[in-house]
């Protein structure tokens, strides 16, 4: 089950945040990590991420850290695409049907 996990971290310069996105991008089963500065929240999207030791890890280098949000992320519907039909120039040629790139 993929996840979006939100925590608050205290991150007060440039090397606090490079240590929270180390600290989460070697977390088992991580896909991305963002960092939106302004809240100072760390955002996770993972598959079975251990969101227990993530916190903990967290902690243990920043000084303080807490769980906003989990979410599940719904996979992406894989969307149709209409085919895109190919025209030859010469009428001797058949047409093409292509599938969409």
Same mark, same amino acid.
């Given at each position: 089950?993929?996840?979006?996990?939100?925590?608050?971290?205290?991150?007060?310069?440039?090397?606090?945040?490079? @240590?929270?996105?180390?600290?989460? %991008?070697?977390? =088992?089963?991580?896909?991305?990590?963002?960092?939106?500065?302004?809240?100072?929240?760390?955002?996770?999207?993972? &598959?079975?991420? &251990?969101?227990?030791? /993530? %916190?903990? +890890?967290?902690?243990?280098? /920043?000084? +303080? %850290?807490?769980?906003?949000?989990?979410?599940?992320? @719904?996979? =992406? +519907? %894989? @969307?149709?695409? &209409?085919?895109?039909?190919? $025209?030859?120039? $010469?009428?001797?040629?058949?047409? $093409?049907?292509?599938?969409?790139?």
């Amino acid at each position: 089950m993929k996840q979006k996990i939100v925590m608050k971290v205290q991150m007060n310069c440039e090397k606090g945040r490079t @240590k929270a996105m180390k600290i989460a %991008a070697v977390a =088992e089963g991580v896909i991305s990590v963002a960092i939106e500065r302004e809240k100072s929240l760390v955002v996770v999207i993972g &598959d079975g991420v &251990d969101l227990v030791s /993530l %916190a903990g +890890s967290l902690r243990k280098k /920043l000084g +303080s %850290a807490t769980i906003e949000s989990v979410q599940e992320v @719904k996979a =992406e +519907s %894989a @969307k149709k695409k &209409d085919p895109i039909i190919c $025209y030859s120039q $010469y009428p001797q040629y058949p047409m $093409y049907i292509c599938s969409g790139f």
